[in-house]
């Protein structure tokens, strides 16, 4: 955009497209701030402009714009707390002889976005908790824009396949803000609309996202949406079974079972490095294992394949293997480079966080690589020769002076 029209919007203090900051030290209100510009409630179809270094009235406070405070600017995007994620830019620009940060943020694809859990929007020139009408409109919206696949409507199935009371005790609470809840007087099919669980209609039917969290089985309506698990006694796919496990159901339900199978089939050893002290040292680290696994359901293809997610536990390794490769702006080449990430289901992404299966986004593969590379493990591989995702993970060398054994713990 051009100087011009920046300034323009910078002087227009009644424009409803702008917001002002002084400084980043309320980075909350900057979060709500790009939340309401990203829902769009006055249909502008136009960016939102948020400039740092201006005062309420418009005037250019000399705010030193360094490269620190730009970098903090565009970790909101992606930091998890505004989902699903907000498309924005950061600049720094010369305006009227001094520097300001300009955060553009677009209008988004699936209204409605929220900080924290909170629907905020734009009323005139100030910023405001979006109210149950006002959700309405934007989850109305959302229809007529081409919507992710995890929120792609199942015209086949009913609405009752969803489990209502999971919804109400479990999700909702999870997802939505105590004080919003507290105020809340909608239906609950209302507030599963806005929570991207079932497509309005009408008729009003489960989105992918909806089956997934909610149905009891979920590959009735999505065949490959469970989790196969083989241990195998040896080296190749041909060894003696010891145990196999087709997980089904609610996505928690299937992720609570895939946690116990880890736990279960994990050894660990008894480590004399000095005199009577021991350690204990499990051949796999349980928490490289769940964040591949966990990244594997969450950025996985469910359409177009009944494969599911598989893990193959080997004697030497695991291979964890996910139906559809890199998307958007990750390449097999960059694929799991710091900084680099995208998502094929952001929708999936922002309810496994609501969940507590995701704690901050895009950096579940490097959370597994430092945490096998304290326990002593190889490197993680990643092969994509047949489309797929293969996640490759080595066992732990034993110590000699290791016992080992299996914790029943």
């Known amino acids: 955009m051009r100087d011009e029209a920046l300034i323009a919007l910078l002087d227009d203090i009644e424009s409803d497209r702008v917001e002002r900051k002084e400084s980043v030290a309320d980075g909350d209100k900057i979060r709500q701030a790009i939340c309401a510009f990203a829902n769009d409630l006055p249909d502008h179809r136009q960016p939102g402009m948020l400039f740092i270094g201006v005062n309420d009235a418009g005037m250019l406070t000399g705010l030193p714009i360094t490269d620190q405070l730009l970098q903090n600017l565009a970790s909101m995007r992606a930091d998890g707390n505004i989902l699903p994620f907000p498309s924005l ?5 010369n305006l009227k002889g001094h520097d300001v940060a300009v955060v553009l943020v677009q209008p988004a694809d699936a209204p409605p976005v929220r900080f924290k859990g909170t629907v905020w929007v734009r009323v005139g020139p100030r910023r405001a908790i979006a109210s149950p009408h006002e959700e309405r409109i934007l989850a109305e919206r959302r229809r007529y824009h081409d919507a992710p696949a995890d929120i792609q409507p199942l015209r086949d199935v009913d609405v009752k396949e969803l489990d209502q009371t999971m919804f109400k005790e479990f999700y909702l609470p999870a997802a939505v803000s105590p004080e919003i809840l507290a105020e809340n007087s909608r239906t609950t099919e209302e507030q599963m609309a806005s ?10 039917v489960p989105t992918v996202l909806g089956v997934l969290i909610l ?67 499990p051949d796999y680290p349980l928490a490289a294992l769940q964040q591949i696994v966990r990244n594997a359901i969450m950025h996985r293809s ?10 193959y536990w080997y004697s030497d390794r695991i291979e964890v293997i996910s139906p559809g490769g890199p998307y958007g702006h990750v390449t097999k080449e960059n694929f799991g480079r710091a900084g680099i990430n995208d998502y094929r289901n952001p929708n999936l992404a922002e309810a496994m966080r609501h969940l507590g299966y995701a704690q901050h986004f895009g950096v579940g593969i490097q959370i597994a690589r430092e945490t096998l ?15 797929p995702v293969m996640a490759i993970i080595r066992k732990k060398e034993r110590s000699s002076r290791a016992k080992r054994f299996k914790d029943m713990k």
Not at 89 to 93: E, F, G, I
């Open 373 to 387: 590379a304290r326990n002593g493990n190889p490197p993680i591989e990643f092969k994509f020769d047949l489309g």
């Open 195 to 204: 929570l991207r669980l079932i497509d309005p209609g009408p008729p009003s």
């Open 89 to 93: 830019t950061v600049q720094k620009r």
């Open 302 to 311: 469910y359409e177009g394949t009944n494969a599911p997610v598989r893990i």
């Open 215 to 281: 149905s009891k089985k979920p590959s009735w309506c999505l065949p490959g949406a469970y989790v196969s698990f083989l241990r195998l006694a040896g080296e190749q796919l041909g060894s003696d079974v010891i145990s196999s496990h087709d997980i089904q159901g609610q996505l928690p339900r299937i992720i609570s079972q895939i946690d116990e199978l880890l736990k279960l089939h994990i050894m660990t050893s008894v480590d004399i490095t000095s005199g009577d002290k021991e350690r204990r040292v």
